[in-house]
């Protein structure tokens, strides 16, 4: 078990279920995500990177790339093959914005996030970038708790596992 640098524990498993998971919710929900409260509805989809490694192992060993990444014989093959995601591109639409950003590794560091354009100008432009990056880290969070609810859920072991099962072996 690693930590990241608040002293947490980072379960590195966990990311890649939840990278996984994220993939498979977003294609059998066709990209909508109604996660409520402050959140309310978001559209989501895998987007033009996604980087596997072994099981056993923590450096990538296989990455897909482009426009169509989520879709190739070989983003399939890593999958049904084993392989477990430790990069995963995804664009998600709130409101009438979009962002774009790679989750990557154990601690699902954001990293190449691409912000919505700012209206403002010197140093509001500043503040609002800020304020975009925040609201990023905000959705995130709240796939994060969707996973969570879903993952703790009485049916996660009887039918979202055997689920997301027959989708990798479809996907293969």
């Not at 490694?53 to 482009?66: F, M, Y």
């Amino acid at each position: 078990m690693n930590e990241d640098g608040d002293g947490l524990p980072i379960l590195a498993h966990q990311a890649g279920e939840f990278y996984a998971w994220l993939w498979w919710a977003s294609e059998t929900r066709q990209g909508v995500f109604d996660l409520g409260g402050e959140t309310g509805r978001v559209e989501v989809w895998v987007d033009d990177r996604l980087a596997f490694r072994n099981p056993h192992e923590q450096r990538v060993s296989a990455t897909v790339t482009g426009p169509d990444a989520p879709d190739t014989p070989e983003a399939r093959a890593a999958l049904a093959g084993g392989k477990i995601l430790q990069e995963l591109g995804l664009h998600v639409r709130r409101d009438d914005r979009d962002f774009s950003f790679v989750l990557k590794g154990p601690a699902m560091d954001l990293v190449r996030a691409k912000l919505p354009p700012g209206a403002s100008e010197g140093e509001d432009a500043v503040y609002e970038r800020m304020f975009l990056y925040e609201e990023v880290s905000f959705l995130v969070g709240a796939l994060l708790r969707e996973y969570a609810r879903d993952r703790t859920s009485e049916g996660w072991e009887s039918e979202t596992l055997p689920a997301i099962r027959r989708w990798v072996l479809a996907r293969g």
